[in-house]
């Protein structure tokens, strides 16, 4: 018998809607489902995380999820929540997406054949392609009416006086295209679910529809809620753009980052959408929490799950060492474990200055390293100053005046990191 997919996603604050009749059709045996994912870029972003968690769900309740790579609707642009048409992609560029984007969804669905619920990919243009527009009208469009159409969200808000642009003919017909996968993919795999954002009720039931009117079946629609941050700032943005899932992209110390600041509200929330930890494990969790908000234990567990999910173990330990050198009790071998990408990421925006490697020779003296050299302190006589009181730090070990900063002090063999106090540091770059 498989799980209730729909009591967990309830609980997990993950279902917006589902049409009636959708838990008793999943409780019935084994179903198909699928979410569509946009690929106009050649990694996911954690906008697409709800999705793929849906599926992975939908998995382990012991259905059969299909991921769609919209390739052809990758080519159009959907309208849902967007005040304008987006950048149209080539074939090429829409392949190499394709093959990134499954790559990252195998850390989550099992993709192997020779399980009778093994995940699928597809691609929509693999269909879509030898469709002519004739054949389109002629066998998909006169099944649904403009009036129905011009009824859906998307479409209204798009047509509101107060746009600035219009809605052009290919996203208007956006909404035949994502049913008529719907319809496909029904009559081809006996896929009998859809689901996706609570903005895409209106694509997903016009797919319905169209099962119903020309499948002659029964389709069903499943949404979650659109993801948002308790502050009102848009989920999944930084300062730098998406959070992606690709290391080149956001790399995992930022990943990690990003999870560990979330507020004591979004932590609660988001643990049980983007976690797989158990009901009971999330409240004791929460209690823990409670108890002793300052220690952050929701926000820790968060980023620690999230961060070896998509990227790994190692890659976790990467992010706490990096994070322990910003705000904790850290040595100068933590330091040099670190890789060149993330010491820079962590020490992004601190002063710096460079130094000739030839500076290195006999051993640069402090007073020039801190002064003279560099002007991170705006004198000697400050520099001697913070030096007899103990405050000067090189890779993480206080120095006095005496100390010579050598080859064997470079981190990656091309920075030196000095600190005043607990806060101020400065980063030497040796040429």
């Avoid at 987006?86 to 099992?110: C, H, Y």
Wanted: charged share 25%; aromatic share 10%.
């Amino acid at each position: 018998m498989n799980s209730n997919f729909v009591a967990e996603l309830k609980w997990r604050g993950m279902l917006h809607d589902a049409m009636p009749g959708t838990e008793e059709h999943l409780m019935s045996g084994m179903q198909t489902a699928y979410v569509g994912i946009d690929p106009t870029a050649d990694s996911l972003h954690i906008g697409h995380l709800v999705g793929v968690m849906m599926l992975r769900h939908f998995q382990l309740a012991g259905h059969k999820p299909f991921a769609l790579i919209g390739g052809a609707t990758g080519m159009i642009g959907d309208p849902s929540g967007k005040s304008s048409e987006r950048n149209l992609l080539d074939e090429t560029t829409l392949r190499l997406n394709q093959e990134a984007i499954k790559e990252q969804l195998s850390r989550f669905l099992d993709f192997d054949a020779t399980s009778e619920n093994a995940a699928v990919l597809v691609n929509n243009y693999d269909w879509m392609k030898e469709v002519t527009f004739l054949d389109f009208i002629r066998d998909v469009g006169k099944h649904i009416t403009v009036n129905y159409m011009m009824a859906k969200d998307s479409v209204k808000k798009r047509l509101d006086a107060d746009a600035k642009e219009g809605m052009s003919f290919t996203e208007f017909t956006y909404q035949l295209v994502q049913g008529y996968d719907f319809l496909y993919l029904y009559q081809h795999y006996n896929c009998t679910l859809q689901m996706g954002g609570s903005d895409q009720w209106g694509n997903i039931t016009t797919g319905t529809e169209l099962i119903r009117r020309i499948g002659g079946g029964k389709g069903y629609a499943l949404t979650c809620p659109l993801i948002t941050k308790a502050d009102g700032t848009k989920f999944g943005k930084t300062e730098e753009g998406n959070v992606w899932l690709d290391a080149h992209r956001t790399s995992p110390y930022k990943f990690y980052q990003y999870w560990l600041n979330t507020s004591d509200t979004d932590a609660e929330k988001y643990i049980k959408i983007f976690t797989f930890l158990s009901r009971k494990e999330i409240e004791t969790l929460v209690e823990e929490h409670s108890k002793a908000p300052h220690l952050r234990t929701l926000q820790k567990r968060l980023a620690e799950e999230i961060t070896v999910m998509v990227h790994s173990k190692e890659d976790l330990d990467n992010a706490l060492t990096a994070t322990t050198i910003l705000f904790g009790n850290s040595t100068s071998d933590d330091l040099k474990k670190l890789d060149e990408h993330t010491f820079l990421e962590v020490f992004e925006g601190v002063p710096q200055a460079r130094v000739s490697r030839n500076e290195l020779e006999g051993g640069l003296d402090m007073i020039g390293a801190l002064a003279a050299k560099t002007g991170f302190l705006s004198s000697n006589g400050e520099a001697r100053r913070e030096l007899k009181q103990n405050s000067i730090s090189v890779n993480k070990e206080k120095v006095a005046e005496d100390n010579l900063i050598t080859e064997k002090d470079l981190i990656k063999d091309r920075y030196v990191l000095l600190q005043r106090g607990k806060k101020n540091y400065f980063v030497l770059v040796i040429e």
